[in-house]
């Protein structure tokens, strides 16, 4: 539906330029009242498996971890965390509300083929805990719901993406942006990264506005708490830790912004792609209409 009211089915063959903006272009163009998907067939399994180290032992494992990005099958999706662990009934009670780090990945497909990748992660060093779980991919995709629920916690996420992941940037992202004492260390953010490549870099960068395919990986500060006292010092803690692993940065999804307003919009689009946007934005909504989102302005304003 488009900011004058007008019911438009888009798709390679229907208003093809709008189709390729809605891919990644957020909601600036209108409101998708319907979408179809072409399905894959994957089982009925995934594999989550997450192991948790020590801070002293979590550079070695992060080298190893992104040495595995490039041979790992399309199946995997590899993930890393850091931060301080909850109470968790996969880890021993002696380790909650510790300071832990975490390499892993979601399998989807079978996940006795998908616990091949264990034994690398395994051999860098030991782990203080593990989670591995086989579970429907419907539960893989609801299993955070109850944490992200409307009006539970507030919320602040700086994100990037990252071409390389060297030793500098496996330091940046174990700091937890509190590498120079600043703060408090109960503020500190959580960290996490996702790999890249599979179906994601398959696809052409000019085949949709969705930017960024040949990153390694996406990076998230994530804070999160209850208590509005506490939102500016959150907030700055994660801008910090986001600050820490920017020099590493080459751009960053457009639903990791927060309040960068149109230079974060320039860092998610490249200068081609933002014209090319900007100019459907005058085409379906030149009055700008769509706006609360990470806006693209139209060019006649």
């Known amino acids: 539906m488009t900011a004058d009211g007008e019911l438009l089915h888009a798709s390679e063959s229907e208003h093809p330029e709008l189709y390729w903006g809605l891919r990644g272009g957020g909601g600036n163009f209108g409101v998708v009242t319907e979408f179809e998907f072409i399905l894959h067939r994957v089982g009925t399994a995934a594999l989550l498996v997450d192991l948790f180290y020590a801070p002293q032992d979590a550079p070695r494992v992060l080298r190893r971890w992104r040495d595995l990005i490039a041979e790992a099958p399309p199946e995997a999706t590899l993930t890393a965390w850091v931060g301080t662990t909850g109470p968790w009934p996969f880890l ?21 083929q998908g616990r091949g990748l264990l034994a690398a992660l395994r051999d860098e060093a030991p782990a203080k805990g593990e989670r591995i779980q086989e579970l429907t991919y419907l539960e893989l995709q609801t299993m955070d719901d109850d944490h992200h629920r409307h009006g539970l916690l507030r919320r602040y996420w700086k994100g990037h993406y990252l071409r390389e992941f060297g030793g500098e940037a496996i330091d940046a992202f174990l700091s937890r942006g509190g590498g120079d004492g ?24 000019d085949e949709t506005a969705f930017s960024h395919r040949d990153a390694l990986v996406e990076f998230v500060a994530v804070a999160g708490w209850t208590d509005p006292a506490e939102d500016e010092a959150q907030m700055a803690a994660a801008r910090r830790y986001g600050a820490a ?3 590493f940065a080459s751009g960053v999804y457009v639903n990791d912004l927060t309040d960068e307003g149109e230079a974060g919009i320039r860092r998610a689009y490249s200068p081609d792609k933002l014209a090319r946007l900007a100019a459907l934005k005058d085409r379906y909504d030149p009055g700008n209409l769509f706006h609360l989102n990470h806006n693209i302005h139209p060019r006649q304003r």
């Open 182 to 205: 600043d703060g408090d260390a109960r503020l500190l953010p959580s960290g996490s990264l996702q790999s890249y490549g599979g179906a994601i870099a398959a696809v052409g960068d």
């Open 92 to 112: 021993p009670p002696e380790l909650h509300g510790r300071p832990l780090a975490s390499v892993g990945y979601v399998w989807v497909g079978d996940p006795d």
């Open 245 to 247: 692993v920017e020099p």
